[in-house]
């Protein structure tokens, strides 16, 4: 008896040579629509699905392959009798190889003129329900979701029979595909409603690469990305240089382009560790890297950079001068890229660092869940923040005030950063108490706290960071305000003469 093979495929890559072999191998082929009509035009015999189920294409298309006489043939167990005597009672043959790939949802809902209509007219249905029922019944159906696997069946055919390890793993393949089929339109039509937080959140990401290790060696990691976004983020770059990236490399390199986001102007960021160790503006990118650098010299070593520019020879020297993980820009100059190339394994990658991006969640897995939050978009100006001291701040130290607030956003609680001409001069990040993160900052920023300001990602709870500012030169101060003892830190300020201006935000970073 000749084993069947079921044939319905959207992506026709590859198929007529596929579907050629499994004839010669002994195979009976039957198939829908347009992939019956490639097959038949390219010589290869194959019977309409309408045939064997005596019931023609309907709802334009919608149903044809929906019919017991299909399923029955997918899930009928080979070794039950009695599922055996039900075929030979309804004169249905056992289908033993699937391939099937479905509409294309997520390139109809990705293309900026999808109309709704185009976009649920590309949910495909009877795609889906064939590759679970032939997945259902892996010990005796071979599944093929993905044409780079027909060469792999042929040659387990040629050797045989395809193993059922094998099945096992096509199978798995299969539901990981329809999995991140339905995950993808459940997001779309969450959207539709407008539903931030459903009852059951689904999310499906591609793999980017397999990494070489996690965050230590003896952890395993890959690199994932968002199936449906625009090309924002590490993702979309390209690697024009270098060893591969490292899973700590793509953190750094998040959080980098994260705090990019913040400025406008010719800006350079140095991460160690996902904290800024440097932020630099200017009016070009190589005196934006100087500030950076200059920011803080031991830490930046074996860090990574990141800018807002394209790289050029001027700051491919000051780059090439220290030891880096990964130098990333919208672009390098063929001067920058040649002296830079010299290293060995510094990576180097070309992304469009002000490319629109998606406002995404953020996610945090926890032991048996995960928490979900919207990201931190709020941002401060100028007009948005009150000024709570006898002395207003000046025009500079405005200017000063709201880089720092920029910054220090991006640096992990309890955060306070010191700025002063355009650069970051002093991070203390990621302390159990707010004045041990201001003295970090200042023992750091050491003469040049004298006359910086200084920004807290929350509210002083007591005034000694307060009185620690002061004694370092401090001269204005931006925070959130809204502790109960507000006055006291306002009080130190105005003995001082110190400028403190709120924003009413806070800007936790755990």
Excluded at 10 to 22: C, N, V
Excluded at 256 to 264: F, Q, S, V
Excluded at 499 to 504: D, E, F, K, N
Aim: proline share 4%.
């Amino acid at each position: 008896m000749k084993k069947r093979a079921l044939i319905s495929v959207y992506d026709k890559q590859g198929i007529t040579s596929f579907a050629e072999k499994l004839v010669e191998a002994g195979y009976e082929i039957i198939s829908t629509g347009g992939t019956l009509h490639t097959l038949q035009e390219a010589g290869i015999p194959a019977l309409a699905v309408e045939d064997i189920t005596t019931f023609p294409e309907i709802l334009g298309g919608r149903v044809k392959t929906l019919h017991p006489m299909i399923h029955g043939g997918l899930l009928a167990k080979r070794d039950n009798s009695e599922h055996l005597q039900q075929l030979q009672v309804n004169d249905i043959t056992p289908i033993d190889l699937v391939v099937v790939n479905l509409y294309p949802f997520k390139e109809t809902v990705t293309k900026e003129a999808a109309s709704h209509e185009e976009i649920i007219e590309n949910i495909d249905i009877g795609g889906p329900s064939m590759l679970r029922a032939a997945a259902k019944n892996y010990q005796a159906v071979t599944v093929i979701v993905d044409p780079a696997d027909y060469e792999c069946v042929l040659q387990e055919i040629q050797h045989g029979a395809v193993t059922m390890e094998k099945r096992k793993q096509f199978a798995a393949k299969v539901f990981q595909h329809t999995a991140a089929y339905d995950a993808l339109i459940a997001a779309y039509f969450t959207k539709e409603i407008g539903e931030a937080f459903p009852d059951h959140y689904t999310i499906t990401y591609e793999k980017v690469q397999t990494l070489r290790y996690g965050e230590n060696p003896h952890q395993a990691a890959a690199f994932y990305k968002q199936p449906i976004t625009k090309q924002a983020g590490l993702a979309a770059g390209e690697q024009l240089h270098g060893k591969e990236l490292s899973y700590n490399n793509i953190q750094d390199a998040n959080a980098a382009l994260d705090i990019l986001a913040e400025y406008n102007e010719p800006t350079a960021v140095a991460v160690k560790h996902m904290n800024p160790c440097g932020i630099g503006t200017a009016s070009s990118i190589s005196k934006a890297f100087a500030h950076a650098y200059e920011a803080d010299p031991v830490s930046i070593f074996g860090g990574i950079v990141a800018c807002n520019q394209a790289v050029d020879k001027e700051t491919a020297v000051l780059l090439s001068k220290i030891f880096l993980e990964m130098v990333i820009a919208p672009g390098f100059t063929a001067e920058a890229l040649q002296l830079l190339t010299e290293k060995k394994n510094i990576r180097l990658i070309k992304l469009d660092v002000q490319a629109d991006k998606v406002i995404e969640n953020k996610y945090t897995s926890v032991s048996g869940g995960m928490l979900i939050q919207t990201k931190d978009q709020e941002k401060v100006t100028a007009s948005d923040v009150t000024v709570v001291t006898e002395r207003e701040p000046s025009e500079e130290e405005y200017q000063q005030l709201l880089f720092a607030w920029k910054a220090v956003k991006h640096v992990k609680s309890n955060a306070i950063v010191l700025a002063k001409g355009n650069r970051t001069v002093g991070i203390g990040a990621g302390q159990m108490n707010r004045v041990g993160a201001a003295n970090i900052a200042i023992e750091q920023a050491a003469e040049h706290a004298q006359g910086a300001v200084m920004a807290s990602d929350a509210f002083f709870p007591m005034p000694d960071t307060v009185e620690a500012a002061a004694k370092a030169g401090i001269t204005a101060i931006i925070q959130p305000g809204g502790s109960k003892r507000d006055q006291d830190s306002i009080d130190v300020c105005n003995q001082y003469g110190i400028a403190m201006v709120y924003t009413g935000v806070r800007h936790f970073k755990h």
